[in-house]
């Protein structure tokens, strides 16, 4: 079956530092890839998100390349800022079966001043 | 209304109770997905309609929960006979037809005492 693993948090950065969360995952055929933010006491938003191999989704800042030869989609930032603290779900669907989501189990990040 | 909305947004149930949440989805969005994210995990996938038609239902984790949207619209999930381990973060989506992107609704918290 599908899955993904993301690296475990709480990452804590200082505002204007690089950012990088990990995400591998497994699937059968060939996934979409998406990165969902959680900010406290909202839903989740879509950040980004990458349909094929070598595509790069970029948001706000946010960058991730799909990497279909390491099964990865790392998130990165350059320059984190304080409103950037939230949780971050690395997530994937295949087609067929109205593409549900498998999500990882979430990161979360505190960007302190 | 502009997102996801759903109701209630926090229910407290007695164990054995019946629980019904409610899901008005974007208007117009023909698919419409429930997960449910346990405290500390992404979401995971319960069930899948297209319009009216449950089309996956695989994810629901036992006989005790059922999800209908007869109308093609609003979607109602029950749960009968709540126990502990059902206390959990229900999130809806919906999105305009099955591989588009899914617009999450806020959850509602279920805690079941």
């Known amino acids: 079956g599908n899955s993904v693993t993301q690296m475990e948090g709480p990452v804590t950065l200082s505002e204007e530092a690089f950012l990088t969360i990990n995400c591998t995952y497994t699937?059968?055929?060939?996934?979409?890839l998406f990165w969902y933010v959680q900010y406290p006491g909202e839903g989740l938003q879509l950040l980004l998100k990458a349909t094929k191999a070598d595509d790069k989704g970029s948001n706000k800042g946010f960058e991730a390349t799909y990497r279909k030869e390491t099964t990865s989609f790392h998130l990165e930032k350059g320059s984190v800022q304080v409103s950037d603290s939230a949780v971050y779900f690395c997530?994937?669907?295949?087609?067929?079966?109205?593409?549900?989501?498998?999500f990882g189990t979430g990161t979360q990040l505190k960007v302190e001043l | 209304g502009a997102g996801v909305s759903q109701s209630p947004r926090y229910k407290v149930a007695k164990r054995g109770q019946d629980v019904a949440l409610r899901c008005d989805p974007i208007s117009g969005h023909v698919s419409l997905f429930w997960y449910q994210q346990a405290l500390g995990q992404g979401p995971e996938f319960l069930t899948y309609?297209?319009?009216?038609?449950?089309?996956?239902k695989s994810g629901l984790p036992s006989d005790r929960f059922f999800a209908e949207r007869p109308e093609g619209s609003v979607s109602t999930l029950k749960i009968q006979r709540t126990q502990q381990e059902d206390s959990a973060v229900y999130l809806c989506a919906s999105s305009l037809d099955a591989g588009n992107i899914q617009y999450f609704g806020a959850g509602t918290r279920l805690s079941v005492l």
């Open positions: 699937a059968t055929g060939y996934p979409s």
């Open positions: 309609f297209q319009n009216e038609a449950q089309l996956d």
């Open positions: 997530a994937l669907s295949e087609r067929g079966g109205g593409n549900k989501l498998t």
